[in-house]
């Protein structure tokens, strides 16, 4: 499994970006994927998700600002973030529920004015 997470930077608070995940070695439409973020000092989070079916849950301190989608036929999971805050500056990973175990390299999203 690889995991190659881009689109991360520097953004202003109110600011957006969209984050991408090229997803490979496994069968990507047959698994629920996420998004997490890591702080400094802080415990990695999760702060949305992606189920087979296209559900979706976010955690309550992104709800109504990020936005996870994914395309099957490209091997690709997005996050779109809008009205970005000083607080979602962190480490930004996604992750598939084919291996709990992998991680890959991530991505810094840095939101500053």
């Known amino acids: 499994v690889q995991l190659v997470e881009s689109g991360g930077g520097l953004a202003q608070p109110g600011g957006s970006l969209t984050l991408s995940c090229a997803a490979s070695?496994?069968?990507?439409?047959?698994?629920?994927m996420s998004w997490y973020r890591q702080a400094p000092g802080k415990g990695r989070e999760r702060v949305a998700r992606?189920?087979?079916?296209?559900?979706?849950e976010y955690a309550d301190s992104v709800k109504g600002r990020f936005t996870i989608s994914r395309d099957n036929a490209r091997n690709l999971l997005f996050l779109n973030m809008t009205r970005l805050k000083p607080d979602d500056t962190a480490v930004y990973y996604c992750h598939s529920s084919y291996d709990d175990d992998y991680w890959g390299q991530g991505t810094q999203v840095t939101v500053s004015s």
């Open positions: 070695g496994f069968t990507f439409w047959a698994y629920h």
């Open positions: 992606i189920f087979l079916a296209m559900q979706k």
